[in-house]
């Protein structure tokens, strides 16, 4: 998801319960991730650079400190640090820190493992919202239709995840109400493929017709009234001719599915908190919400099925109906569904159903960051800038005001043990992040640079100055506080800054184990 995706940071899409949160809390305005789905969990769960972590790419081990594709036993997990302190601890979704998914094992680092009491989700990092594949309860596979003990009617990932997050809650209320606790929730929307409930589609039907522009250009207004950006900054360049575009409905629809798939989300936060509520907790649990990287670019599904390439669906199922034991080897790409009808994907599949695979694409990614540059996967501001949002009645006096200090994910470790008076035991690697609270307070954060590096992409960020560079592009610099959309590169005007960042990164890298662009094959 993007910069721009939540009502409350400029967009149209609807978020009424992560609003509510913002108007009662806190939202930081330079707030930043990894830029990568699996890295970011790893920096977030563990209060680490990702490097540091053991996940510098993805869930492949290439080999190297840095990049093994599994959490380091050293990298402590929020839920490893606050159990010695009493907590109980929860998680529920997508997990994708492991590179072992089968259900064979090993599963050293799988939740219950690092640190978790109780475990609902996935393994893997993305798939089906209808039927997820290495979906898991505690250390056991299941198969989302061959769960005895969830069963809802109509089987939708967000609201499983949605459910037990909520279970755990209730159950945490009546079996260990004298213990405080953590709740990891790691929702996968709105990551491809578009799948959306069709009464959450229709809210949006029509919405996007105007085309990528005109939403961007509202974004941008908002988010310029709401003072999350600076308005005398323009944004960034476009993507995307609509008036050229020869499937406009169909590219329409991909937004409207994505729009569905965030408000659904959206849905689930609302009735969580609700349970919060209504068990005497939602006053003094602090509550975080953040996105793991920017909008994605990626085609995925958009060219087509190399399998099965008609666009229509059949009137019959034609593939065998799938058993409960395929769901752990379906792979985050299915070639069908439960009942046996083929996946399709290419332009002008309308994503939603069950049996579509599709990613909205370019074009809608630029909307979704608006005002930024680039993407998921690149270290300039489009593609680590994430809203963050905190809500803590009982711990922070503002209501609905502004933080604009940058700050990291790996803060939120950081900021977690403070609260619970939690300290890493010796052998696990100090945490690299700083606490939140002075800024809670509406103090600035003191903090030394921040850093980034995916596929080759890298940056540094110290105060106002921050460098950055694609693959094996030269450095450019820029003036965050003047010119965040990254417009004006000064690194010719000022060599000197050039080398005394550069400099600091060197250092990070070679400390954090990062390696040079491309890696070696995965073993």
């Not at 939202?27 to 970011?40: S, V």
């Not at 601890?89 to 492991?98: D, I, L, P, Q, S």
């Not at 994505?258 to 006053?283: C, E, K, P």
């Not at 083929?342 to 069950?354: E, F, H, I, L």
């Amino acid at each position: 998801m993007g910069f721009s995706d939540l009502g409350c940071y400029g967009g149209e899409i609807r978020t009424p319960a992560l609003d509510s949160l913002a108007a009662a809390g806190l939202r930081f305005t330079q707030f930043y991730n990894t830029a990568r789905c699996c890295p970011t969990r790893a920096s977030l769960l563990t209060g680490l650079y990702p490097h540091q972590a053991g996940v510098g790419h993805m869930m492949d081990d290439r080999g190297l400190p840095g990049y093994t594709g599994n959490l380091h036993t050293s990298a402590r997990t929020i839920a490893e640090l606050l159990k010695p302190v009493g907590y109980r601890n929860y998680a529920v979704g997508k997990w994708h820190v492991t590179r072992h998914a089968d259900a064979a094992g090993p599963k050293h680092n799988w939740p219950l493992q690092r640190g978790f009491d109780g475990f609902y989700g996935t393994i893997h990092g993305a798939g089906s919202f209808y039927d997820p594949s290495s979906l898991v309860r505690d250390n056991q596979m299941i198969s989302p239709y061959a769960d005895p003990e969830y069963q809802p009617q109509t089987y939708y990932y967000t609201d499983a995840i949605t459910d037990h997050a909520i279970g755990f809650v209730r159950q945490h209320t009546q079996q260990h109400a004298q213990q405080p606790f953590f709740l990891y929730v790691a929702y996968t929307a709105a990551h491809w493929p578009m799948h959306a409930l069709p009464e959450d589609i229709a809210r949006y039907r029509g919405r996007y017709n105007q085309g990528y522009q005109p939403v961007r250009e509202a974004r941008f207004r908002r988010a310029a009234e709401l003072g999350l950006i600076d308005p005398s900054q323009p944004m960034a360049p476009g993507f995307g001719d609509w008036n050229a575009m020869p499937h406009k409905a169909w590219e329409a629809a991909c937004m409207e599915v994505y729009a569905a798939m965030v408000d659904r989300m959206d849905q689930g936060i609302g009735r969580l908190m609700h349970t919060l509520q209504q068990t005497g907790q939602d006053q003094q649990t602090l509550v975080f919400y953040l996105q793991d990287n920017g909008g994605c670019a990626e085609t995925v599904g958009r060219s087509g099925n190399r399998q099965h390439p008609d666009i229509a669906r059949p009137a019959q199922p034609t593939l065998p109906v799938m058993k409960p034991e395929d769901f752990a080897a379906a792979g985050s790409t299915p070639a069908q569904t439960r009942d046996g009808f083929p996946v399709r994907m290419g332009k002008q599949v309308v994503p939603g159903p069950a049996d579509t695979y599709v990613a909205y694409g370019r074009a809608w990614a630029t909307v979704s960051n608006t005002p930024f540059r680039e993407y998921k996967h690149w270290v300039h501001e489009g593609g680590i800038s994430t809203p963050l949002i905190a809500h803590w009645p009982a711990g922070i006096a503002a209501r609905g005001e502004l933080r604009h200090s940058p700050g990291h994910l790996i803060d939120i470790a950081a900021t977690c043990c403070d609260v619970a008076g939690a300290t890493v035991p010796d052998g696990g690697q100090p945490l690299e992040g700083v606490t939140l609270l002075p800024a809670f307070a509406g103090q600035p954060l003191q903090r030394e640079a921040i850093y980034w590096e995916h596929e080759g992409n890298r940056a540094v960020r110290a105060g106002r100055w921050k460098l950055v560079a694609k693959h094996d592009q030269p450095w450019e610099l820029y003036d965050i506080d003047t010119d965040r959309v990254e417009a004006n590169n000064l690194a010719d005007k000022q060599p000197d800054r050039v080398r005394e960042l550069s400099l600091l990164y060197d250092r990070w890298a070679a400390r954090a184990s990062v390696a040079p662009w491309p890696l070696p094959e995965p073993r």
